[in-house]
């Protein structure tokens, strides 16, 4: 599951811009599927920041504020992307 959320994240951040709402699309759909396999929202905010922890682990310095919290950003509007499915 890491290296999918992984390549989900580069695929992501690549679609940014004008792609991004293709992204949402792809999202919605992924919220679908986490809510069919019984993720529910509270657990978005855990990965945040396994994800953030595991970055800064792996890159250290190379990983600053700056990087943590563009990333940080990225990840709480694909997120709520996401948890909009929930909540219909």
Excluded: C, W
Excluded at 18 to 46: A, C, N, Q, R, W
Excluded at 58 to 86: I, R, W
Aim: net charge negative; aromatic share 6%; no cysteine.
């Amino acid at each position: 599951h890491a290296a999918y959320m992984i390549q989900m994240l580069d695929t992501a951040f690549a679609m940014l811009g004008p792609d991004s709402e293709l992204l949402t699309e792809i999202m919605i759909d992924l919220g679908h599927k986490h809510k069919v396999y019984g993720v529910g929202v509270e657990m978005f905010p855990l990965m945040r920041e396994a994800l953030l922890h595991t970055m800064k682990e792996t890159l250290g310095s190379k990983f600053g504020t700056k990087e943590a919290q563009a990333l940080e950003e990225v990840y709480n509007e694909l997120s709520s992307d996401m948890a909009s499915v929930q909540k219909s």
